[in-house]
């Protein structure tokens, strides 16, 4: 691994004021069942209200019981961001009023979370940054409300349960954020933290996570805080590092003009690339917090904590550190392989299928054809057996087969799911390195260009036009690299080409 390069001096606003980020992220733990009830928690595309019970619902005398399940992710989040954990936690009633809160309160942990003093590093441009985490905690999520208009046209707010109630983990850093990049760099580390670990899909596009930043600004060289100011809606990575940059300057030139900064919640507006204000922001104090009497204290069995640690699987940042020291890949393409799920289940399933194929050149089809095709036809994607893509690199690589039909090699087998091996002899697929056998296809392709000729003759770039030309005659089986040297030997007057 090459060295981090040397932290470059602050521009713009930072040159003169030093941000001040916190980051809260909510995600939806991925159980069967909801926090505190018996519903179905996988509801996204079903009807409104199809998903609910007196529980969820907020109904009098209704009882929460508390999912295990939902307890273990935030456990294994905590041991893998490697917090600590609190022998007895307890739950507590947040209380607030709003539409989408059916009890009026919201199930949460307070000064007891499941995780507690934490940390995650990751990469951004200067360097590695590492962020302290002050707590992953449980709740209930709230439902949702829907805005619209009625048949009259009047605006109206609908309330969908089925959101009501599913477990929801929080996760609070330290004020140790210091930049744009750096937030967006955590809230990718923690997705990809959080899907290796089995917690949560934590995607952004469907409301599974949601990021929210805590901003102020303070002169640098001085150490009390800001006003902070908290935003909301960033819908996704580039949200997120869009909002804080406009709310760092915006802040900034408040304060270089003798502005007083208000401790607001405000939304981002990714449109207009703004933020905008929504309502003062609330202090812990207002929700008056205090011990939920309807669940007893929970306590954690040190085998069971134990025995969750034991279970994680290799998290992202040592998975990217081993493609890069064991398998020589590129930090680039080691970071976009762990990102994806999807991407490194097919890499990993293809070395163990096929462990002398090249791991670079596996990577690069990975990367490249893989997540293209997975980008514009997920379904099309999921037919891409390991083993399959595997025998296509390997056949590659032994000169068995050239990239050009490889290409349509792997877009056949993803369409229908059929073998490499049988698309490949069906189709007459099979790379020509034989020198005799081209020299008839080079020799015509000479003849039928003189222009080209006189072109390379000349000193002018055209000895690609002329390999093409070639992998065309022979439907892109000849051997690329052989082709170019035979064509350049021809062309200069080499007698043995």
């Known amino acids: 691994m090459t060295a981090p390069p040397a932290p470059s001096q602050p521009s713009g606003a930072l040159a003169r004021y030093e941000a001040v980020i916190g980051i809260e992220v909510h995600c939806q733990l991925r159980t069967a069942s909801k926090m505190f009830c018996g519903c179905s928690n996988t509801y996204a595309d079903d009807p409104p209200n199809t998903h609910t019970c007196p529980v969820c619902l907020g109904l009098p005398g209704a009882l929460p019981v508390i999912n295990k399940r939902a307890v273990e992710h935030v456990l294994a989040t905590g041991a893998a961001i490697e917090a600590t954990t609190p022998p007895a936690t307890r ?11 059916p009890k009026g309160y919201q199930i ?7 995780a507690a003093n934490g940390r995650l590093s990751f990469q951004t441009s200067e360097g590695e940054v590492t962020i302290g985490i002050t707590r992953a905690h449980l709740e209930e999520d709230t439902a949702k409300l829907v ?9 109206v707010s609908l309330i969908d349960f089925n959101r009501s109630g599913a477990p929801l983990m929080e996760i609070v850093t330290d004020p140790d954020v210091r930049s744009a990049e750096q937030a967006r760099r955590y809230a990718e580390e923690l ?39 908290e935003v909301k809606n960033m819908n996704s990575f580039r949200s997120v590092e869009r909002a804080i940059a406009f709310e760092i300057e915006r802040q900034a030139a408040a304060l270089d003009a003798g502005e007083t900064l208000t401790q607001d919640t405000r939304g981002w507006n990714e449109d207009r690339g703004m933020t905008y204000v929504m309502r003062s922001k609330e202090d812990s104090h207002d929700y008056r917090y205090f011990p939920e009497p309807d669940l007893p204290p929970l306590r954690v069995d040190a085998d069971w904590l134990a025995s969750i640690r034991a279970g994680l699987p290799e998290l992202p940042a040592a998975r990217r550190a081993r493609y890069q020291a064991d398998l020589g890949l590129s930090g680039y393409d080691a970071a976009v392989i762990v990102a994806d799920a999807q991407a490194t289940v097919l890499f990993e399933d293809a070395r163990s299928s096929e462990p002398n194929a090249d791991p670079k050149a596996l990577a690069n089809w990975v990367t490249g054809a893989f997540l293209g095709l997975l980008k514009m036809d997920p379904e099309a994607a999921g037919r891409v057996e390991a083993s399959e893509l595997a025998d296509l690199v390997r056949r590659v690589g032994a000169g068995e087969l050239s990239g050009t039909n490889a290409k349509e090699v792997f877009a056949a087998h993803a369409a229908d799911g059929a ?27 000479i003849a039928a260009n003189p222009k080209a000729v006189a072109d390379f003759q000349a000193g002018k770039p055209v000895l690609g036009f002329f390999v093409g030309q070639v992998m065309k005659a022979t439907r892109g089986q000849a051997n690329a690299a052989l082709v170019q040297e035979a064509v350049r030997g021809r062309l200069e007057g080499d007698p043995g080409s």
């Open 147 to 155: 805005h619209g208009t009625d048949e009259a046209g009047r605006r």
């Open 108 to 114: 949460s942990q307070y000064d007891l979370p499941l």
């Open 419 to 445: 073998t490499v091996a049988s698309i490949v002899e069906a189709r007459g697929f099979r790379q020509i390195s034989d020198s005799g056998a081209l020299g008839a296809v080079i020799d015509d392709v």
């Open 91 to 101: 739950w507590d009633r947040k209380n607030y009023f709003y539409p989408d809160l």
């Open 191 to 229: 997705q990809a933290l959080l899907r290796a670990i089995g917690a949560s899909d934590a995607d952004m596009e469907r409301g599974q996570m949601r990021v929210e930043a805590n901003i102020s600004l303070r002169p640098r060289g001085t150490e009390p805080f800001g006003t902070r100011v």
